[in-house]
Nanobody, 114 residues
Framework: QVQLVESGGGLVQPGGSLRLSCAVTGTIFSTNAMGWYRQAPGKQRELVARITRDGTTNYSEYVKGRFTISRGNAKNTVHLQMDSLKPEDTAVYYC????????WGQGTQVTVSS
């Protein structure tokens, strides 16, 4: 059974940094792509960043230049380095794995507040 295990959320002050990590377990297959989405209260879930198997990345316009997505050394792992965090980045962040079918993590809370 495919599962996504997320880590790294928390509370940080504006201007600070956090690093999210996600690992896929329960499969021998490689993902086509992995990504991070976020959902703030009262808003729809939105793409934050995505990276394909060949390393192509794309970012939301709201995080471009501040966040960096990368693949981990282990198979089917991904990291999201978040710098210069703003209060509007506060949301639950979800890891996504695209095998053709999509799988989601349970979500990790990121709160940016002074």
């Amino acid at each position: 059974q495919v599962q996504l295990v997320e880590s790294g959320g928390g509370l940080v002050q504006p201007g600070g940094s956090l690093r999210l990590s996600c690992a896929v377990t329960g499969t021998i297959f490689s993902t086509n792509a992995m990504g991070w989405y976020r959902q703030a209260p009262g808003k729809q879930r939105e793409l934050v960043a995505r990276i394909t198997r060949d390393g192509t990345t794309n970012y939301s316009e709201y995080v471009k230049g501040r966040f960096t997505i990368s693949r981990g050394n282990a198979k089917n792992t991904v990291h999201l380095q978040m710098d210069s965090l703003k209060p509007e980045d506060t949301a639950v962040y979800y890891c996504n794995a695209d095998f053709g079918s999509h799988y989601w993590g349970q979500g990790t809370q990121v709160t940016v507040s002074s």
